[in-house]
């Protein structure tokens, strides 16, 4: 799927990193929320607070998850999950479109 | 109203200007296309097919219509309007969070 349907969109945009990460923060009727973004070439590290599981749309990355040595490369249909309290560090080699589903 | 309601939202940002603008196309039932964006710290220059409103949601920036000579400010909570097949410079003078509404 292109799109995600039946949601409200935020209309104030989350900056993260100097700009380096864009999101926007997207509610579903139960209450759900998404984040829908970018992240331009960079290497960053995100804390987790809720576990979430980010869809890699377009683009490709690098991932190491925290306690592992591996980093992973995902690509644009791909997705890896993140656990609670925790953290990754992501290298974006291309610019990066991803959907962060929390919880 | 900070978030926009029933829509959809395409998961592929529009990216711009080598990056210095972000927006996240969204869709209601009726057909209606919107976009939510943002634009860094920049002077550019924005070409028109429809007509279209600029909602300016937070941030700072000045505008310069085709055809005009004056630049105006806008900030948050304002907006502009822009004929359609036209254009405008716009120079954000801080990250700017954008509605455009077109038609």
Redesign the interface.
């Known amino acids: 799927?292109?799109?995600?349907?039946?949601?409200?969109?935020?209309?104030?945009?989350n900056?993260y990193f100097d700009?380096k990460c864009?999101s926007?923060t997207?509610?579903f009727a139960d209450g759900t929320r998404k984040s829908?973004?970018?992240i331009?070439p960079s290497t960053l590290t995100f804390n987790t607070d809720a576990p979430e599981i980010m869809e890699i749309?377009?683009g490709v990355c690098k991932v190491q998850l925290a306690g592992e040595n591996e980093w992973k490369t995902y690509r644009g249909g791909e997705s890896f999950q993140v656990p609670g309290k925790s953290s990754f560090h992501i290298e974006t080699v291309e610019?990066v479109?991803y959907?962060c589903h929390f919880g």
């Open positions: 799927m292109s799109q995600i349907d039946n949601i409200s969109v935020v209309k104030k945009a900056v700009g864009v926007h997207v509610l829908v973004g970018v331009f749309v377009d610019l479109n959907v």
